[in-house]
Each structure stands twice: as structure tokens, then as C-alpha cells.
């Protein structure tokens, strides 16, 4: 486990904050407002004696089961008004800092900085998870996932010291899991399968103490949420029958991601499975030296497999969407993006391990993270064209809307 100072964490953030606003930049100058952002400003400008709290409330008769996402949404409306520009600066803001995050539980985790950076950077690539970057309202669920990552981070770091103080810590950080389910619960089964790490950094025993803490507290947390929350829950065989279509697209997906330009998703995914197929028999035949790095990236590789089932398993029960899901719905993929792409990159760096010998590992990392940047960054800006495009017609709609001036009572406007 390795220790990150403060110096280090503020030239990452900068580092990440740099690349956020490269890549979305030109959306933040010409994006509009998308579905909720409407209907937030709407709400803040006609709700009866408008002020933040009286917003807080709206949210809360909505949200019931997450009480710390009013709070949260009201913040835009009433910080920013009708600034668009505003608006999307926060956004692209809350990607870089759960990029930040990420960063710092992967350094935890004893990535190299020159890794670490390239995998936290290329989460704010991800294409198929844009929305939570390009909207607004949806960026807001980053707060839970940064909440999980804090709170992942302060467990693993507990695990270091003994006796009270560590204890101590891990409470800290079962707080964090439960307060990242009160506010979304993307990060709700990650946190219940967080504690397999700890497994693998303390002895069994405490490991699986402070794992039951977790699991117990964040439980709790998630069957309160559901509870207490007014929405489609699909019953259990639908979700049964769901799942492998589910699982399936979860797949295309991977294969999509592994080869980012367009090509066959399954030719992407053969890809895959061959560079694990062959690293594990290299594993048993290579030197000592090859076979440390290969065991090493094939941990991470099954860190991230594991991560990205468990982001996805909270969302089965509403069956409305899946991984390839688009357009506004890509924001199911935001927590799964996080493991993804540690997966992702995990295995450009098993291929580059077996393809280039002899220690040139800076060449390699390189090499990966300048090839997936670039395949996600070009199917990226596709995408803020798009977005940017929608915009443009909102703006021609709402200019014929204010030249009908005020209509009749009772009338019907229709707008298409």
C-alpha cells in the first residue's frame, strides 16, 4: 500500500482538471440545459415563496428514499440561475473529482503514479458514460460515488493501523458507504463487495470483521432507500430474466471498450478473452520476473471484473436499462466506468507485457493509454456534437414558443 502526499494529490487533480476541461471545453461554452435541468430551474423560478429550502423540500417529496440528494439538487438552480455555461462547469468539475478520487484509491492499491493517472484520466474519456459529464442533473451522482471512493480509501488506510485508531477509521468510512447510498445508490453493492480487498492487506479475521461492519450498515442503508423510495422495483423473476441480456450487453460492451474505433464488438471481446487466455498460460511457463507482472495486472484485471458486476447489480431491479443504453440513460454506466477502465487498461498492459520484454513498462503504459484516449475521445466528440446539436434545436423551439406570447387559458401548445 503506498502513501500519497498532499503534493502528489494536487498535481494529480490539476493533472485531471486539465483533461476535463480539453475534452469538454467546447461543450461547456455550447451545451444547454437537458430534461431535468428544465425542470429543476422551473421548479426553483414558480414553487411558492422560492428559496433554496422550499426547493429542498420539492426534492425531498421526490426523492424520499435518497434524503441527501435534495440538498444536493437544489444547489444549481439557486447558485447558478439560468447560466448555462455555469451549469456544465459543474459538471465537467464533479467528473474530474471523482476522477481525482479514483486516482487516489488506485495509488492505494500500489499502482504506479504513470498508471494510475492514465487510467483516473481515461475515465473522463468514457464515451458510453458521458451523460454524467455532458448533463448537468445527472453529474449530481457523482457526489455518491465520490463518497464510496473517500470512504474505500479511509478503509484501506485503516487497515494500516492497529487497534482503536483503525478501528476508528473504518467507522469513518462505513459513514462514508452509508452517506453515498442516502444520496444515490450506484455505489450500493460495490460497497457491500468492498471488503474482499481487505482480505488481501490484513489477516483474515480483522478483515472479515470490518467487512460485516459494511455489509450490515450499507445493507441497511440500501433497504431503507428502497423502502422508502416510490419506483419501479421489477419482480424477482423478471430481474432473473433480464439479467442475461443484461450480463450479455455488459459483454458487448467490454469488447467495445477494449478495442475503442469502431471495430466489431465482438472482434474486441475475442481480443480480450485471448490476452487473458494467453497471459495465464504464460503465467506458468514465463521467468520469474514476466510472471510477477502478469499476476500483478491479471489482479487488477479480475479487481476490475469483479467491480464492474457489482455496479451493475444495483441497477437489475429496475430493468428499464441496459450498458449499451444512450444518449441520457448512458448515465447507468457512470460508477461501472471506474472499473471498466481499470479492467480495460489492466489488459492493454498484460498484452504489452507479453509483446514487449524486457522491462520498458513507461513505453508500454504510454502506448495503452495513448491508444484507448484516443479511440474514446473521437467516438467523445461525436457525441458533444450531438449534445450540442440538441441544444441548438431546444434554442429554435423556445424561440417560436416566445413569439406565440401568452396564450389563452386552457390553450394547448404542441411543440416536436
Given at each position: 500500500m503506498l502513501r500519497v502526499g498532499l503534493r502528489e494529490m494536487t498535481v494529480a487533480t490539476c493533472l485531471l482538471l486539465l483533461v476535463a476541461f480539453a475534452a469538454y471545453g467546447p461543450h461547456v461554452a455550447s451545451g444547454g440545459f437537458y430534461s431535468d435541468d428544465w425542470s429543476s430551474l422551473?421548479?426553483?423560478?414558480?414553487?411558492?415563496?422560492?428559496?433554496?429550502?422550499?426547493?429542498?423540500?420539492?426534492?425531498?417529496?421526490?426523492?424520499?428514499?435518497?434524503?441527501?440528494?435534495?440538498p444536493i439538487l437544489a444547489v444549481p438552480p439557486v447558485l447558478f440561475g439560468d447560466s448555462v455555461v455555469a451549469w456544465l462547469f459543474m459538471?465537467?468539475?464533479?467528473?474530474?473529482?471523482?476522477?481525482?478520487?479514483?486516482?487516489?484509491?488506485?495509488?492505494?492499491?500500489?499502482?504506479?503514479?504513470?498508471?494510475?493517472?492514465?487510467?483516473?484520466?481515461?475515465?473522463?474519456?468514457?464515451?458510453?458514460?458521458?451523460?454524467?459529464?455532458?448533463?448537468?442533473?445527472?453529474?449530481?451522482?457523482?457526489?455518491?460515488?465520490?463518497?464510496?471512493?473517500?470512504g474505500l480509501f479511509?478503509?484501506?488506510?485503516?487497515?494500516?493501523?492497529?487497534?482503536?485508531?483503525?478501528?476508528?477509521?473504518?467507522?469513518?468510512?462505513?459513514?462514508?458507504?452509508?452517506?453515498?447510498?442516502?444520496?444515490?445508490?450506484l455505489a450500493g453493492t460495490a460497497a457491500l463487495v468492498a471488503g474482499a480487498l481487505y482480505l488481501t492487506r490484513a489477516p483474515r479475521r480483522e478483515a472479515m470483521g470490518r467487512w460485516a461492519l459494511d455489509v450490515i450498515a450499507v445493507s441497511a442503508a440500501l433497504v431503507w432507500s428502497a423502502a422508502a423510495?416510490?419506483?419501479?422495483?421489477?419482480?424477482?423473476?423478471?430481474?432473473?430474466?433480464?439479467?442475461?441480456?443484461?450480463?450479455?450487453?455488459?459483454?458487448?460492451?467490454?469488447?467495445?471498450?477494449?478495442?475503442?474505433?469502431?471495430?466489431?464488438?465482438?472482434?474486441?471481446?475475442?481480443a480480450f478473452v485471448a490476452v487473458i487466455v494467453v497471459a495465464l498460460l504464460m503465467r506458468q511457463r514465463g521467468n520469474e520476473e514476466l510472471r510477477g507482472q502478469l499476476a500483478f495486472w491479471l489482479r487488477l484485471t479480475a479487481y476490475g471484473i469483479v467491480?464492474?458486476?457489482?455496479?451493475?447489480?444495483?441497477l437489475i431491479p429496475s430493468v428499464y436499462w441496459t450498458p449499451l443504453s444512450a444518449g441520457l440513460e448512458n448515465r447507468i454506466n457512470m460508477m461501472a466506468a471506474l472499473p471498466f477502465m481499470l479492467l480495460v487498461y489492466s489488459t492493454w498492459m498484460v498484452a504489452g507485457t507479453l509483446l514487449v520484454r524486457g522491462g520498458r513498462p513507461v513505453l508500454v503504459a504510454?502506448?495503452?493509454?495513448?491508444?484507448?484516449?484516443?479511440?474514446?475521445?473521437?467516438?467523445?466528440?461525436?457525441?458533444?456534437?450531438?449534445?450540442?446539436?440538441s441544444a441548438e434545436l431546444q434554442s429554435e423551439v423556445l424561440a417560436v414558443l416566445r413569439e406565440i406570447d401568452r396564450p389563452a387559458a386552457g390553450s394547448t401548445v404542441y411543440v416536436f
Open positions: 422551473d421548479a426553483y423560478r414558480h414553487l411558492p415563496d422560492s428559496g433554496y429550502w422550499t426547493l429542498v423540500e420539492f426534492y425531498a417529496g421526490i426523492f424520499g428514499g435518497k434524503p441527501l440528494l435534495p459538471a465537467v468539475g464533479l467528473g474530474a473529482a471523482t476522477s481525482t478520487c479514483f486516482y487516489l484509491v488506485l495509488r492505494t492499491l500500489a499502482l504506479e503514479r504513470i498508471h494510475a493517472a492514465a487510467i483516473a484520466a481515461l475515465t473522463l474519456l468514457v464515451p458510453w458514460s458521458s451523460s454524467g459529464r455532458l448533463w448537468a442533473t445527472a453529474s449530481v451522482n457523482n457526489f455518491a460515488i465520490c463518497f464510496f471512493l473517500v479511509v478503509a484501506l488506510r485503516a487497515l494500516r493501523r492497529p487497534g482503536n485508531g483503525g478501528r476508528g477509521m473504518h467507522a469513518v468510512a462505513v459513514l462514508l458507504y452509508v452517506i453515498s447510498v442516502l444520496t444515490y445508490e423510495t416510490e419506483k419501479y422495483i421489477a419482480p424477482l423473476w423478471i430481474q432473473i430474466g433480464a439479467a442475461p441480456g443484461f450480463a450479455a450487453d455488459g459483454m458487448r460492451l467490454l469488447g467495445q471498450a477494449t478495442l475503442p474505433f469502431g471495430v466489431s464488438r465482438v472482434a474486441g471481446l475475442l467491480g464492474v458486476a457489482a455496479s451493475y447489480a444495483v504510454t502506448t495503452a493509454f495513448a491508444v484507448l484516449a484516443s479511440g474514446n475521445a473521437i467516438q467523445l466528440l461525436d457525441q458533444q456534437r450531438a449534445w450540442q446539436r
